[in-house]
């Protein structure tokens, strides 16, 4: 039962950060390979938040997430807005760089220490217990239904909101697109800034759960893999993805090697792009035109 | 085919003209000039230079096989550490269960580097573009864990050492022999690269990285040569690896991160993709680029205070300097040199004049 | 006294594109289009016809194409270097040649993305319903995704989309591409019909020399990126070079050896 849980509890934490791959890649054909060095950068801005609004926790809180919204809108304003036209490889090669260099930066300014942004913002953080023995903590739990209310949202808005719509249709042919009024800057901007808010969300409960520190950015890594095995532009991939993912992990680290916790997500991958190259639920890219 | 402007004087009057590597006096000179300049380098110069360009050596050799895949083939791979450590450990290993003397060892680690070439490369027949640079990420992780459970199991928990390669019964420890022996592995890698590009197997590559599908209605065997440049480009980082073994006379995981993957791909956008000149230029700009910020840290800052963060400011002006490259020089160093040529080829155009459809 | 002329809406000023820093696309155009007129670019393929109307509508960073000279102005206002959306909202709305719609979309839901400039959601529904009215064959079609329409239905819901965008000048790009000539009649008159109902310019383009010169007003004829020849329609159907290379009737009414012809375009050289 634990083993459910656990996976449950995984599945939710890929997802959340999956949302933001496709996200991007769904309005702007790129790949961010900066999200898990992004989302370590919010749940770091957490603790000088904490430290500002030290004894209200919600307002650091909402505060940390709100610098998220605009950093990712920065990100895309100031670097990639200048890649338009260039390769698709450069625009990720330069999500890696900004991963690198933001690794760099997070431990000159926070240090490479674990920390617990609980402690300066007084929260605590305690178990309870579900039917079957198993036992979950607060933010675990907490990140389940947020990662539910994300995805929710976000299929609403996307399906059934006008600029919903009009992201999925700048995805789909950015010059029509732009050639029936849509601002593509504007939009793309927007998708950034969604796509870091998520992945904040998922880096403040990660970090409030069981503290930060480097690794975080390699959870957000290896969400990557989730992500692709649903198909890059399809939310309901992401999440049918992080579950496969997820299991997979909890499956095999428990029952074979716990050193296996990185591999298995790529490997999974693998087996499923070579099964299906666009991911289980993702539109086949079109047909080269020659 | 060349897209450069040439001064005028040396006009190719048949194939063998045009495939030829040195094709002016100019060219066969600077060759000459530069391996004159090498080979005396060692006579002249300080350890620490000499071990630095070993360094550089090294990384030229497993910069012009990513070249090689990702630049001319166009199959973009992330996984260049994996290859690496794969060809260290196959050394290491090797060395350690069975005292293999080093003719074995590194052609064993050129066969690892060639099969995991094979089944990373496989996928690359069905999944294109950026979908396949993320697969071949899972090969740092493989390899990692591989070597991780490795060393682990076999007690060595620090890393595996390795004893310096014996030539004709005597143990090479000598660094100028190490700088002249990695220098010659340097130069065979250039020509082997070269003379692949000069061969047919250069032109499918190109027409691949161009368009794929076309490609295939011509009848280029593109899975053949996909694979093709993978086996090669990944038997020779394997032997690179290999290499490093040996002269480090050390093998742990911890040496071969993603980090590592990202490097060797800085080095082949900052030096400028396509181009082989641009993968030893890249390969030379990053591996003296940490020594460079050590440099200039220790001229600003005291020592205690750096000292925990050294690497972090490496990482962080290392992706700075990569985002510069990106995002004001996408075609790398070779790109700001050939826009050097054009300038003086061109003076007092400023452009070339652009006649377009004048039928 | 005759009144003084408009001003006309959309001129151009020496025009010149080049594609990748190295192709020459457009050269020296200069053209004006007064409001309300019909204007046809004539050309054959690789004119520089859909490269002009993409020039006025805007380039988007991916073409890597650049007006390197010239102007674009529209009423009075300098665009030259305006993206396209920026365009589109001032009142130049473009249906592409190619990836006219979004084909995941529904036809209901290609008519909702487009922006227009906001007057409230009564007005924008309003205006929805009436491309219905041009088009009653889309309206069964609402459902139905983009991507699944055959080829005329698809260029009506193209031209349905710029319509509510609320256009002043609408330029259309190779309408007849693909087509078969009875739809393609069916769409001009349209075309034709709505440019009165709602006061708009028409831009069309066309490699369909006797189609196009039936509907136009003035006409441009486009060669190697340089215009060769402007007039009225009536001027351009009587004129011999016309006549001779786009409607394909020769001048003894016999046709002519490859050396003549080659000796004719000797003749025209001072054009390009």
């Known amino acids: 039962m634990q083993l459910a849980v656990n996976m449950l509890v995984l599945t939710a934490i890929y997802a959340l950060i999956a949302c933001g791959y496709v996200l991007i890649y769904r309005v702007s054909r790129v790949l961010n390979l900066a999200h898990g060095e992004l989302l370590m950068l919010s749940a770091y801005l957490l603790l000088w938040t904490a430290s500002l609004f030290a004894g209200h926790p919600v307002l650091a809180i909402a505060a940390a997430l709100g610098l998220s919204l605009l950093v990712g809108a920065m990100v895309y304003l100031f670097l990639l807005r200048k890649l338009t036209g260039e390769m698709a490889l450069a625009a990720v090669l330069t999500t890696v760089a900004l991963g690198v260099l933001l690794r760099g930066v997070t431990v000159i300014v926070w240090s490479a220490q674990q920390q617990y942004p609980a402690v300066p913002l007084g929260l605590s953080n305690w178990a309870f217990a579900l039917p079957g023995g198993a036992r979950i903590s607060l933010w675990a739990a907490l990140l389940v239904a947020t990662t539910l209310a994300v995805y929710a949202s976000l299929f609403a808005f996307l399906r059934l909101g006008r600029w919903g719509m009009r992201m999925r249709a700048a995805g789909q042919n950015p010059l029509l697109a732009a050639q029936r009024g849509i601002n593509l800057h504007a939009i793309y901007a927007l998708a950034w800034s969604l796509s870091t808010f998520t992945g904040a969300l998922a880096g403040v409960l990660m970090a409030l759960d069981s503290g930060l520190g480097q690794t975080m950015a390699i959870v957000g890594l290896k969400a990557f893999p989730a992500a692709l095995v649903g198909g890059l532009d399809s939310l309901a991939g992401a999440l049918l993805g992080s579950l496969i993912v997820a299991s997979a992990e909890v499956t095999l680290i428990h029952y074979v090697d716990p050193l296996l916790s990185e591999v298995i997500p790529f490997l999974v991958l693998i087996v499923v792009l070579m099964l299906r190259p666009w991911g289980l639920l993702g539109t086949r890219e079109e047909l080269d035109r020659v | 085919m060349s897209r450069r402007p040439r001064a005028s004087g040396y006009f190719r009057t048949d194939y063998g003209e045009d495939l030829t590597l040195l094709p002016t006096r100019l060219a066969r000179f600077a060759v000459l000039g530069a391996l004159v300049i090498l080979l005396a380098l060692p006579l002249l110069a300080s350890p620490f230079l000499i071990d630095l360009a070993a360094q550089v050596f090294l990384a030229v050799i497993g910069a012009l096989a990513l070249m090689l895949l990702t630049g001319y083939a166009g199959q973009v791979s992330l996984g260049h550490a994996g290859l690496l450590a794969a060809g260290a450990f196959t050394v290491g290993i090797l060395f350690k269960e069975l005292k293999a003397p080093v003719f074995v060892t590194l052609p064993a680690a050129a066969a690892v580097g060639a099969l995991l070439g094979v089944v990373f490369g496989l996928p690359s027949l069905r999944v294109r573009g950026l979908y396949l640079a993320v697969s071949t990420l899972a090969l740092n992780f493989l390899v990692a864990y591989l070597g991780g459970e490795y060393e682990t199991r076999r007690g060595f928990s620090t890393g595996i050492v390795v004893d310096p390669p014996s030539l004709a019964g005597k143990a090479v420890t000598d660094a100028r022999a190490w700088y002249v022996i990695l220098l010659a592995a340097a130069v065979a890698t250039l020509l082997l690269c070269a003379n692949l590009l000069r061969a047919r197997s250069g032109r499918a590559w190109a027409a691949i990285r161009a368009n794929e599908t076309v490609a295939q209605t011509l009848g280029i065997g593109v899975a053949s040569y996909k694979l093709l440049a993978f086996v090669i480009s990944s038997a020779l980082t394997a032997v690179a690896g290999g290499l490093f073994a040996y002269y480090r006379g050390f093998v742990s995981v911890e040496a071969f991160s993603l980090f590592l993957s990202i490097q060797y791909v800085a080095m082949i956008i900052i030096g400028g993709m396509g181009s082989l000149a641009g993968a030893i230029l890249g390969a030379l700009f990053v591996t003296l680029f940490p020594y460079a910020i050590e440099a200039s840290l220790a001229a600003l800052v005291s020592p205690t205070a750096y000292a925990g963060l050294l690497f972090a400011v490496n990482a962080a002006a290392f992706g700075a300097v990569m985002i510069l490259f990106l995002l004001l020089e996408p075609q790398g160093l070779i790109g700001l040199w050939r826009r050097l040529q054009s300038y003086f080829l061109l003076w007092p155009f400023r452009h070339r004049p652009v006649g377009g459809a004048r039928r | ?272």
């Open chain 3, 1 to 272: 006294m005759t009144a003084p002329l408009p001003a006309p809406l959309l001129v151009l000023d020496k025009l010149e594109v080049v594609y990748q820093r190295a192709i020459t696309a457009l050269e020296g155009i200069s053209l004006s289009v007064a409001a309300g007129q019909i204007v046809g670019i004539l050309g054959s393929n690789g004119a520089g016809k859909s490269t002009l109307l993409r020039a006025i509508s805007g380039f988007h960073g991916l073409d890597d194409a650049r007006i390197t000279d010239g102007s674009i102005h529209f009423e009075g206002q300098p665009i030259t270097h305006a993206a396209p959306h920026v365009s589109t909202r001032a009142g130049i709305v473009l249906v592409p040649e190619r990836g006219k719609v979004f084909a995941n979309l529904t036809v209901a839901e290609n008519l909702s993305v487009p922006v227009a400039p906001a007057r409230g959601r009564a007005e924008r529904r309003r205006r929805e319903s009436e491309v219905y009215d041009f088009f009653p064959r889309l309206a069964p079609l609402r459902q139905r995704t983009a991507g699944l329409l055959s080829g005329g239905e698809r260029q009506m819901l193209a031209i349905a989309a710029g319509l509510v965008c609320q256009p002043k000048l609408l330029l259309v790009d190779e309408l007849s591409l693909g087509l078969a000539p009875v739809v393609v009649a069916d769409l001009l008159q349209r075309l034709v019909a709505i440019r009165s109902a709602l006061s708009l310019t028409l831009v069309i383009v066309e490699q369909n020399a006797a189609l196009t010169l039936g509907v136009i007003d003035h006409g441009y004829v486009l060669e190697n990126g340089r215009i060769v020849l402007d007039g009225s329609a009536a001027r351009l159907a009587e004129h011999p070079d016309v006549a001779e290379f786009y409607l394909g009737q020769s001048a003894a009414g016999q046709r002519r050896s490859y050396r003549e012809v080659k000796q004719y375009r000797r003749n025209r050289r001072w054009y390009g």
